[in-house]
């Protein structure tokens, strides 16, 4: 770059300079409101007081966080949650085994022997005699959030994938499919629940009225324990199918017509042909699709707000929901962010985990 | 004659400048798109409110109002949002129980000196409306209404069941009685004898609560402590879950669900609020509807003591607005004020006395058969904490009759969870 005085700019400067309008909203919209959220957290931040008086707040260093995620008398066993610290025993045993056995490289079993040890570890917490969480809301709704993001995440990528294989030809049809399929992306979270709602409602829906074609007894989706959370996740598969199954569109198109001629040579077609090449040529777009919906649907809020408000008996409850409610409900505002925090960690984890396992695997 | 028309000039020039001062508004009630400016012939909250807003626009000089969109579930979290953010509506509406949380903020304005001046004679209103939008020694806010939990009746499956006597509904006294006369209107009919949403809004919460206070208890006291699972809590709550058991009656119906169950006259009784009065009315006299014979009863007495749930809709203004703002504001309460009776007409019971007492509030549909309801109006003691504390009561209540959770466990749970919130 020539300017008028005939100074020039490095690469580096001038790439700086050009990053610089990126750079700067950037640090002002993300990085300054994260550090801000951070400090929030530290202290006893009432949201409506503050406003009033910015004296209001009182530091009280990591005192949210114990509020938040400990209790009194907090033990540790290896027989508190038999199921998943029993697994994770399980997954530490078969990561060393693996990785004797060749199957595994050292970085892989290392990373699913932190895994499986924090899953013997974390859940190994529960109160003892005569204690109890101070939050006795948080960790169910943690539990609840992975399970709507292990049921979510499977879910789209798995029916996005099926999709995209079936509709990837070039027909007029395959691309009015592809369209209507997409659509349901557009909408916004507010008449997807509104849809949904409508389905499932045991008096008027869809759903009750097929069933009750058949003699079935409707199902109160929403309210019935059992099927709240399955109704949540329904409704999300089907509002976020879009944009996964356009990123294995693109990524199909990228594998090479002359694999599957060659395959088919070799009498591998149709089912045969998806397993053995579609989906190793796959592997980053799916990589990717799941790294974006693990984000994604750990910020789930509109669903169970709108749909079950986290019922019946907090089941449907979810993090982010949780902390907009301390937040704004209940004014909150230094645990919310202590919440908000936390989510952020485990997030950052399950993406890094994701990551680092998809990149290993080339 | 130079400085006449210099005078007239500039009279002229600050009339016409003088751009009308822009009041914008909170509320919640729902949309009602065309409710029109005519203040006496719409119906349901929605449109009457609405129609009394778009006539205050209409019929104010200098001033213009904007209702803002606001959504019921989400209307306090909005509104907080916007305090905090330092832009709350003008006007808005809200709940006696905020009270303690918004003026003790210092978020709402102390109008006790402004009344007079704006027209508003608040000698006129209920002592216990007036007490209603006390806090602290002032005023904080215009009442609207006192709205509580009644029994809305379907006199045909109740004749049918043999449960009415001289025109009136026979409601139970005790809670053995309940179930005695919800076993009869399913012997007699084959359909539900109370519906109710259990299942989304806290009236369940409202139910129990009413119960409970019906025994002299309540779920906690002035002190701070909570009083939740107790003999009075736990008799409130099976004398509901005994319908349940019996199956008399599902707990799994929302509010839209149990509405239309009571509509399609598959419930004998809907428990539900005096904001629905006129539209039932009117569901009632269409053809479609299953309801024909429609009747409201004050809150029968299970126990003890008379008492149901009772809340009041009022008005406030923040304590920001100052000058010509405060000024356009506080008409627009006025304005409100003055349309008393027209609110009246939802169902909902007045607030000033002169209303309570003209002949267009006492002839209003139905409003003889819940006169009662009024002595009996309760509401749990004050707190900042208000809605944190509904949402622990209707989860644990939720998990008793949704998800079949114990009901010591459960009373036991909120009780501590209450305890927290009142501790914090």
Not at chain 2, 262 to 271: C, S
Request: hydrophobic share 50%.
């Amino acid at each position: 770059m020539r300017g008028g005085g005939g100074k020039t700019l490095s690469q580096g400067q001038a790439a700086f300079l050009l990053l610089l309008p990126f750079l700067s909203a950037y640090a002002l919209f993300l990085v300054y409101p994260f550090f801000k959220g951070v400090w929030i957290s530290l202290h006893d931040w009432n949201l409506l007081a503050v406003a009033f008086n910015p004296d209001a707040k009182e530091y009280v260093g990591l005192r949210n966080y114990e509020r938040v995620m400990w209790g009194r008398e907090i033990e540790w066993s290896l027989m508190a949650a038999p199921f998943w610290q029993g697994l994770g025993l399980m997954g530490l045993v078969l990561s060393f085994a693996f990785y004797r056995m060749d199957r595994l490289s050292l970085f892989n079993a290392i990373a699913l022997g932190l895994a499986s040890a924090l899953l013997v570890f974390l859940p190994g917490f529960h109160p003892g005699e005569g204690g109890r969480w101070y939050d006795r809301r948080f960790w169910p709704t943690v539990g609840n959030t992975l399970l709507f993001v292990g049921l979510a995440v499977p879910g789209v990528t798995i029916t996005a994938l099926i999709l995209a294989a079936m509709l990837s030809g070039q027909t007029r049809a395959m691309s009015i499919l592809r369209t209507l399929f997409f659509l349901s992306q557009v909408l916004s979270v507010t008449v997807v629940t509104l849809i949904w709602q409508i389905m499932f409602s045991p008096r008027q829906g869809l759903i009750a009225n097929i069933t009750g074609t058949f003699g079935g007894t409707p199902i109160n989706w929403l309210t019935d324990q059992q099927f709240a959370m399955a109704a949540i996740v329904i409704a999300t598969v089907w509002w976020s199918l879009g944009i996964a199954m356009i990123l294995f569109l693109a990524g199909l198109q990228d594998i090479s017509r002359d694999i599957y001629e060659a395959a088919a040579l070799d009498n591998a077609t149709g089912v045969k042909a998806f397993y053995y090449i579609t989906l190793p040529n796959l592997k980053r777009t799916i990589t990717l699709v799941v790294i974006l919906q693990i984000i994604l649907h750990f910020q789930v809020f509109g669903q169970s707000h709108l749909m079950t408000q986290g019922g019946p008996n907090d089941t449907t409850q979810v993090l982010v929901r949780y902390i907009y409610q301390t937040g704004f409900r209940d004014s909150e505002l230094g645990r919310a962010s202590a919440m908000a925090v936390f989510l952020f960690v485990i997030m950052g984890a399950f993406s890094a985990i994701q990551f680092i396992v998809g990149r290993e695997k080339q | 004659m130079k400085h006449l028309i210099l005078a007239t000039t500039a009279a002229t020039l600050l009339a016409t400048s003088l751009p009308a001062q822009e009041v914008t508004l909170g509320r919640f009630f729902g949309a009602c798109e065309d409710a029109g400016t005519d203040t006496t012939t719409s119906t349901g909250e929605a449109c009457i409110i609405q129609s009394i807003i778009n006539a205050a626009d209409a019929e104010l000089d200098g001033v213009s109002i904007t209702t803002l969109p606001t959504d019921w579930g989400n209307y306090y979290d909005q509104i907080k949002a916007a305090y905090a953010g330092g832009t709350p509506p003008d006007v808005h509406v809200m709940h006696r129980h905020r009270v303690p949380e918004f003026a003790g903020l210092g978020a709402i304005a102390d109008i006790s000196a402004d009344l007079e001046a704006a027209g508003i004679d608040s000698s006129d209103w209920a002592p216990a409306a007036l007490d209603a939008v006390s806090f602290d020694g002032g005023i904080y806010g215009v009442p609207m209404d006192f709205h509580a939990n009644l029994w809305h009746v379907n006199m045909d499956l109740m004749e049918a069941a043999g449960l009415v006597e001289n025109g009136a509904p026979v409601l139970p006294t005790s809670p053995e009685e309940l179930l005695e006369h919800a076993q009869m209107v399913k012997d007699a009919t084959g359909q539900d004898y109370l519906a109710a949403d259990f299942a989304q809004f806290p009236i369940g919460v409202r139910l129990v609560l009413a119960l409970m206070w019906q025994q002299d208890a309540n779920i906690f006291g002035e002190d701070g402590t909570a009083t939740i699972d107790t003999e009075a809590g736990r008799n409130a709550v099976t004398a509901i879950t005994q319908l349940f058991d019996a199956e008399l009656a599902n707990p799994q119906l929302n509010y839209a669900d149990s509405q239309q169950a009571f509509l399609n006259g598959e419930a004998a009784i809907l428990v539900n609020g005096t904001w629905v009065v006129d539209f039932y009315t009117a569901e009632a006299a269409k053809e479609e509807t299953g309801l024909d014979s429609y009747y409201v009863a004050d809150f029968p007495t299970l126990f003890e003591t008379g008492a149901t749930w009772a809340d009041s809709h009022m008005w406030a203004i923040p304590s920001s607005l100052e000058g010509e703002e405060r000024a356009a504001a506080l008409r627009v309460l006025a304005f409100i004020n003055d349309h008393n009776i027209d609110w009246a007409r939802t169902g909902h019971m007045a607030v000033r006395t002169s209303v309570i007492e003209s002949d267009a509030y006492t002839s209003l549909p139905h409003r003889d058969e819940y006169a009662g309801t009024a002595s009996i109006a309760r509401d749990t003691p004050p707190s900042e904490r208000y809605g944190a504390i509904q949402d622990v009561l209707n989860r644990e209540l939720q998990a008793i009759w949704l998800t079949d959770k114990d009901v010591q466990a459960a009373l036991s749970d909120a009780e501590l969870e209450v305890q927290d919130l009142l501790d914090r």
